[in-house]
């Protein structure tokens, strides 16, 4: 039967607090909508550049980055890269712009064009939804990824170009071609490695930094049920931030609680 | 809920998260299920690449009828992609198994991503004048924290004393940036996930 430790029975209340939590902090949400949210200015310039594609008859490439959903180290950064890509789509079928999304795994594709598909019917602008809109690139190779997206963005009719989800360093080839080609670029990354040369390709205020990533889809779309879970991590991480510092004081007063939350 | 047919893949969803969580946390209750999941989801994903090619074939076709700048390009892509998928056949047919595929990946493919790879050297000095150039404090501090790290690895006597400085910057305001980073990442990466067992994030579903 059931053998549970306490690193294990810890995970579980972790979870269930979480999930209660956050359909607290809906419920909360559907009823008082205004929230304060520190201004990210990348994420508003990624709507600008989508809502004037109808005034220039131009495209924004929107890429969810070259992760897959197959359980690897990733998955929910491709995840948020859908997500936002929902609220992107969204702008775009409502403003009628237009844009160009690249994968790099065969699900994350098919799960990216039923999702702007979606929104397309949402808005009741099917017809102008075509599948071309949504590219398979390769199946998991990040170099073959990153020169396929270079060649899309150096397309005439591409005027700005976002990535919201797994990148590595490579991000740097997409971005060299965003700056030789002077187009406004969004970079949304977790990984540590691509950090600073997503900076100092796309600039300070262009680049989502960590949990930024997985803030987009709730800045994009400002609905409830995205905007709780921000909530919910605002307050995991107060706790974990005490956490810390009892942690400290505990360990400067000779107590061992670490060994309390290994698995 | 926007449609009564999205309750089956959600319920469905429901209860592939609960059985996974539960072999996840549990032992012996419903041993191997995560696996036997993801043996479905190689099956899937096999089924998946396919539409993808098709996908490819679909757009690059039309770019080449249609005589698209850069059809050429478009062409030889589909060339690769059927020259592949033939000598993997060919391989299966006869004898050779893998080997013909596996050559086209040693030889042509490999040597291309690293030639592509090495590139990003010369594009990070790139982006870091560019990053000069702007000359924003944050800029600026990455650029002084790059240099104080680049120059204390320098085995040369002059710069002999940063050797410590640098150290201290990787192990402390570095290692508690990186570490803040990942812990909001990791509850970025919950709530996430989260949002996708509980069906909230369902636009995909259609």
Not at chain 1, 233 to 254: E, H, K, N
Not at chain 2, 57 to 76: C, D, M, N, P, T
Request: proline share 3%; hydrophobic share 50%; net charge neutral.
């Amino acid at each position: 039967m059931a053998d549970l430790s306490s690193g294990t029975l810890i995970s579980i209340v972790i979870i269930l607090a979480f999930v209660l939590l956050y359909f607290y902090s809906w419920a909360q949400l559907e009823r008082k909508r205004a929230v304060n949210l520190r201004p990210l200015p990348g994420l508003n310039r990624l709507r600008l550049m989508v809502q004037r594609t109808v005034e220039t008859g131009s495209k924004v490439h929107f890429s969810v980055g070259n992760g897959g959903l197959e359980g690897e180290a990733g998955t929910a950064e491709t995840l948020s890269g859908i997500s936002s890509l929902s609220s992107v789509q969204q702008v775009a079928a409502r403003s009628k712009g237009s844009v160009i999304t690249t994968t790099n795994d065969a699900i994350t594709y098919l799960m990216a064009d039923a999702t702007s598909d979606a929104e397309y019917v949402q808005s009741g602008r099917l017809q102008d939804y075509k599948p071309e809109q949504t590219l398979f690139i390769t199946q998991q190779q990040n170099a073959a990824y990153a020169a396929g997206l270079v060649s899309i963005i150096a397309e005439p009719n591409i005027s700005g170009t976002a990535l919201i989800g797994r990148i590595g360093p490579e991000y740097l080839l997409l971005g060299d071609m965003a700056n030789r080609l002077d187009l406004p670029q969004v970079v949304g990354t977790t990984n540590t490695q691509a950090m600073p040369l997503a900076i100092a390709s796309a600039g300070f205020e262009n680049t989502l930094l960590g949990e930024e990533v997985y803030a987009a889809p709730a800045y994009l779309s400002r609905k409830p049920s995205q905007l709780a879970s921000l909530q919910v991590q605002d307050v995991f991480r107060i706790l974990i931030i005490i956490g810390i510092l009892g942690g400290v004081v505990a360990a400067t007063l000779g107590f061992n609680v670490g060994d309390l939350f290994l698995r | 809920m926007r449609k009564p047919g999205l309750y089956i893949p959600i319920i469905i969803i429901y209860l592939s998260a609960a059985l996974v969580l539960i072999d996840f946390f549990t032992n012996n209750v419903v041993e191997g299920f995560a696996s036997l999941l993801g043996l479905w989801a190689s099956i899937i994903m096999a089924f998946a690449v396919l539409v993808g090619l098709g996908n490819v074939v679909r757009v690059h076709f039309g770019r080449a009828l249609k005589r698209e700048s850069g059809y050429v390009y478009s062409l030889i892509l589909l060339l690769s992609a059927g020259g592949v998928l033939v000598g993997g056949i060919i391989g299966r047919v006869t004898n050779l198994q893998d080997d013909v595929t596996n050559w086209i990946y040693q030889y042509i493919y490999q040597p291309l991503s690293t030639t592509l790879f090495s590139l990003l050297a010369f594009l990070m000095v790139s982006a870091a004048i560019k990053a000069l150039r702007i000359g924003t404090v944050e800029s600026t501090l990455m650029l002084v924290g790059a240099l104080i790290v680049l120059l204390g690895q320098v085995a040369l006597q002059p710069f002999g004393g940063l050797s410590d400085l640098a150290h201290w910057f990787q192990n402390y305001p570095v290692m508690g940036v990186l570490r803040g980073v990942l812990i909001g990442a990791a509850l970025g990466a919950i709530a996430t996930s989260l949002r996708y067992i509980l069906g909230v994030d369902n636009r995909y579903l259609g």
